[in-house]
């Protein structure tokens, strides 16, 4: 199972974009990138899902490189409530991406 | 909206019972999984379900059992609850080939 590498945090302030790398050295073939947001004592939230270039959706960007080994979840103009650990997964997207190893994440903070 | 519920969300039991932590989707997903979460240790998971009475283990199994005898519903039972299985209990769902899993508001679990 791939494993990931994430900063343990990151702090910004409102209205700046915000990059969380996530390195992931032995991604499988058949492995899609997944992102989630967790807010304190929530389940983690869907942010993003990608398997290579880059994918935009409403919420934010991710951009993968050609050899798929890290990838960067983009946030643009973050806002407090974007306050927040996110968590990057690599995964089979068979079962939902999820027979893989959640880290401990990337605790965001957004300051005034 | 896709749901996913969780009995309980504030659980204290006594070391030794046997406890039984219930989750319930209703999006027809075929996967469903049950994580624990502790500060500093990220996600891990105990158990997963791919299919009605399929189940296979996680990271973490020890200590715990589970259960599918339908397909919305997935429990996961403490045999005999000790205080190192006090934490935050997150179960989820997804379908094969869909980008996302969705997990419930979660159960925070003291065993005392």
């Known amino acids: 199972l791939a494993k990931t590498t994430q900063p343990i945090s990151m702090d910004s302030y409102e209205g700046q974009e915000v990059n969380i790398t996530c390195s992931h050295n032995?991604?499988?073939?058949?492995?899609?990138i997944t992102w989630y947001q967790q807010f304190p004592s929530q389940g983690p939230r869907f942010i993003i899902q990608?398997?290579?270039t880059k994918v935009t959706n409403e919420v934010a960007s991710l951009f993968i490189p050609a050899d798929r080994k890290s990838s960067t979840l983009s946030l643009p103009r973050v806002s407090l409530s974007d306050t927040a650990v996110y968590y990057c997964?690599?995964?089979?997207?068979?079962?939902?991406?999820?027979?893989?190893?959640f880290g401990a994440g990337t605790r965001l903070f957004v300051k005034a | 909206d896709v749901k996913v519920t969780q009995s309980s969300r504030y659980l204290v039991k006594r070391t030794g019972e046997k406890v039984f932590l219930e989750c319930v989707q209703d999006?027809?997903?075929?996967?469903m999984f049950w994580y624990r979460q502790d500060p500093g240790l990220g996600l891990r998971l105990i158990y997963f379900?791919?299919?009605?009475?399929?189940?296979e283990k996680g990271d973490i199994p020890e200590g715990y059992s589970v259960s599918r005898e339908k397909k919305e519903r997935f429990s996961l039972i403490l045999e005999s609850a000790s205080t190192n299985q006090t934490s935050m209990y997150l179960c989820?769902?997804?379908?094969?080939?869909?980008?996302?899993?969705?997990f419930g508001q979660g159960t925070r679990l003291t065993v005392v």
């Open positions: 032995n991604i499988a073939t058949n492995d899609y």
């Open positions: 989820a769902s997804s379908s094969p080939g869909h980008p996302a899993a969705f």
């Open positions: 379900s791919y299919d009605v009475k399929m189940k």
């Open positions: 999006m027809d997903h075929e996967n």
């Open positions: 997964l690599v995964g089979a997207v068979n079962t939902g991406g999820f027979k893989t190893i």
């Open positions: 990608g398997y290579k």
